[in-house]
């Protein structure tokens, strides 16, 4: 278990700071530490992927993806591919995604969490991603859309909700809110 071991001692600290998340956090344990092969996407019961809340250098924008398979405004992100360090997933997610290579990870600790269903695609059965997210600033505002997306938008925080109504954005959005 020691290549989940880093993942763990993440989220304990996630924990510390964010109690009211409890929920989330000892599902997430439960699945890491009873799944092996969590960082793999051929685990189809479910596999962690990392995420980066990307912001402006004023803080007051987050870079989305008009997600190309799930056709959903989403922040950037991915699947570890047995890659245990998810911060690491989340930096590779976040300049594949965007074109942009120089990005900030604003706190080492995890920013959000989140457990989700991606639905049934080509064969593959519907299943769990438990996304561990990670808070980035950009240096720049240019990206360039990947061919994962359909598009990519700077987003004013105070506006995600015309892009966005899922429960885990406008809780990230709000975690941006408090962090001033």
């Given at each position: 278990?020691?290549?989940?071991?880093?993942l763990l001692d993440l989220l304990?600290?996630?924990?510390?700071?964010?109690?009211?998340?409890?929920?989330?956090?000892?599902?997430?344990r439960s699945f890491v530490t009873s799944e092996p092969d969590c960082f793999e996407r051929s685990l189809l019961i479910g596999h962690v992927t990392g995420s980066a809340w990307i912001i402006d250098p004023t803080g007051s924008q987050t870079l989305l993806t008009h997600h190309a398979k799930l056709e959903r405004w989403l922040q950037l992100g991915g699947h570890a591919d047995g890659d245990p360090d998810v911060a690491a997933v989340a930096l590779r997610e976040a300049r594949e995604e965007s074109g942009m290579a120089e990005f900030r990870l604003v706190e080492p600790g995890i920013f959000d969490l989140d457990i989700h269903a991606?639905?049934?695609?080509?064969?593959?059965?519907?299943?769990?991603?438990?996304?561990?997210?990670?808070?980035?600033?950009?240096?720049?505002?240019?990206?360039?859309?990947?061919?994962?997306?359909?598009?990519?938008?700077?987003?004013?925080?105070?506006?995600?909700?015309?892009?966005?109504?899922?429960?885990?954005?406008?809780?990230?959005?709000?975690?941006?809110?408090?962090?001033?």
């Open positions: 278990m020691p290549h989940r071991t880093p304990d600290d996630y924990l510390d700071r964010h109690v009211g998340e409890a929920g989330v956090v000892t599902r997430f991606i639905p049934e695609r080509k064969g593959i059965p519907e299943h769990l991603h438990y996304d561990v997210r990670f808070l980035l600033e950009a240096s720049q505002t240019a990206f360039v859309v990947s061919d994962e997306s359909l598009d990519l938008a700077w987003v004013p925080l105070a506006e995600l909700d015309t892009y966005s109504k899922e429960e885990s954005m406008l809780r990230m959005r709000e975690k941006s809110f408090e962090r001033g």
